[in-house]
Antibody, heavy 122, light 107 residues
């Protein structure tokens, strides 16, 4: 069964750090670009970051550039999002998602995790 | 960044109705347009990719069209499970922007 399971969310004070994880199973994780997408409460979706299948290329939304870092460990079938200098506006459900196509960064999200909530508040 | 404008923002319809949602891009994105369905408390599900290709397992009552800047999602005969929020998303360039969503409600 193809599955993505996020973990690591919680309540954190502004300026602090948090690391999210996304465990993949049921498919060849190392063949796919992977994404983080977030959804603030009552709002729509916002793409956050993408990492290529081999981890060599990463791209970020301007709103998170320099503060959030996407990475992956293909030996562990796990995607990460290191979140530093957190702000109130980072409060959202964070989803990891898989690209529909192997190898390429096609930005079509065919498999999503269940999401993990991050709340930035003092 | 490319802006995606969806309309309407909400829509009331009845089971069996045919409904169409539109999405407009602020610049041409060729056919790089995806549609997702999201139900409360759940992650989005991919419905349509590349403007008109039906994702595996999605019922054929869903269809997509358009290219360039103007796109549509049509549900030919609404079923009870179709009442949800629908989002378009461009895959043409970063930041892979989404529309603000269309909430489809039961009349």
């Amino acid at each position: 069964q193809v599955q993505l399971v996020e973990s690591g969310g919680g309540v954190v004070q502004p300026g602090r750090s948090l690391r999210l994880s996304c465990a993949a199973s049921g498919f060849s994780f190392s063949n796919y670009a992977m994404y983080w997408v977030r959804q603030a409460p009552g709002k729509g979706q916002e793409w956050v970051a993408v990492i290529s299948y081999d981890g060599r290329n990463t791209y970020y939304a301007d709103s998170v550039k320099g503060r959030l870092t996407i990475s992956r460990d293909n030996s562990k079938n796990t995607l990460y999002l290191q979140m530093n200098s957190l702000r109130a506006e980072d409060t959202a459900v964070y989803y990891c998602a898989r690209d529909r196509q192997i190898i390429t960064i096609g930005a079509t999200f065919d498999i999503w995790g269940q999401g993990t909530m991050v709340t930035v508040s003092s | 960044d490319i802006q995606m404008t969806q309309s309407p923002s909400s829509l009331s319809a009845s089971v069996g109705d045919r409904v169409t949602i539109t999405c407009r891009a602020s610049q041409s994105i060729s056919s790089s347009l995806n549609w997702y369905q999201q139900k409360p408390g759940k992650a989005p599900d991919l419905l349509i990719y590349d403007a008109s290709s039906l994702h595996s397992g999605v019922p054929p009552r869903f269809s997509g069209g358009g290219s360039g800047t103007d796109f549509t999602l049509t549900i030919s005969s609404l079923q009870p499970e179709d009442f949800a929020t629908y989002y378009c998303q461009q895959s043409y360039s970063t930041a892979f922007t989404f529309g603000r969503g269309t909430k489809l409600e039961i009349k």
